[in-house]
């Protein structure tokens, strides 16, 4: 199995980018791992026609169709072709981030708009059950600073986790990815040692039931 671990958080010295590191490590024993840590690559969270080698006025002036001639004539930017590649190759994709403002950080959102390109991801009439990256699974590693209870109907936050990432799982079932449940570690600030020992078990756990298939063959 091929993983494309694709990673948004800032700091080196963050409980996040501990959790990588351990859901790293346990993943390369079993599969294969592309990486894309979007704030080491300063990735270039914003969509624009400096996305396209080609002139602007042989361009359409609808973003999502302009991705799609260069992407025909291969005259996309070179950073967003090196994540189609790695995403090409990918069997299973995740995505790790803090959910901040109740959403993923921007740098991630500008990689959903940048790579997937159309033509590549999706087309005129193959989206969902038919899009072009059919056969390929995702899922979320999640944490925030509010605990589990603010995250209900009832709870200060008025919805489920469900609900925050309903935006960014549609997006990836547009494009035909079968959507997994996400790992979630709600209340992930100042956390002791116990409880940061018990989340990297529970990840443990998360990411066995991830590579089962694979263990088995």
């Not at 509010?146 to 919805?159: F, L, M």
């Not at 018990?198 to 039931?209: E, G, R, T, V």
Request: charged letters at 20%.
């Amino acid at each position: 199995m091929n993983i494309l671990y694709v990673y948004a958080h800032p700091s080196a010295s963050s409980f996040n980018h501990k959790l990588k590191a351990h859901a790293q490590d346990s993943l390369g024993k079993h599969a294969m791992l592309l990486n894309s840590d979007l704030y080491a690559m300063h990735f270039n969270a914003v969509a624009s026609w400096e996305d396209f080698d080609l002139d602007a006025s042989a361009l359409s002036p609808q973003y999502f169709f302009a991705q799609q001639q260069a992407y025909k004539k291969h005259k996309l930017a070179k950073d967003i072709t090196a994540e189609i590649e790695k995403l090409a190759r990918a069997d299973h994709i995740i995505f790790q981030f803090p959910l901040w403002w109740f959403s993923a950080p921007a740098i991630l959102k500008g990689w959903l708009d940048r790579v997937l390109v159309k033509g590549f991801a999706y087309d005129t009439g193959k989206t969902f059950d038919d899009g072009l990256l059919k056969g390929k699974t995702a899922s979320c590693i999640v944490t925030t600073q509010s605990t589990e209870a603010a995250y209900q109907v009832n709870g200060i936050h008025g919805a489920t986790m469900d609900a925050f990432l309903h935006s960014i799982h549609h997006t990836l079932r547009f494009v035909g990815m079968t959507i997994q449940a996400p790992f979630v570690v709600y209340g992930a600030f100042n956390l002791d040692a116990a409880r940061e020992a018990q989340i990297m078990k529970d990840m443990d756990a998360y990411l066995n039931n991830l590579l089962a298939p694979v263990k088995t063959r």
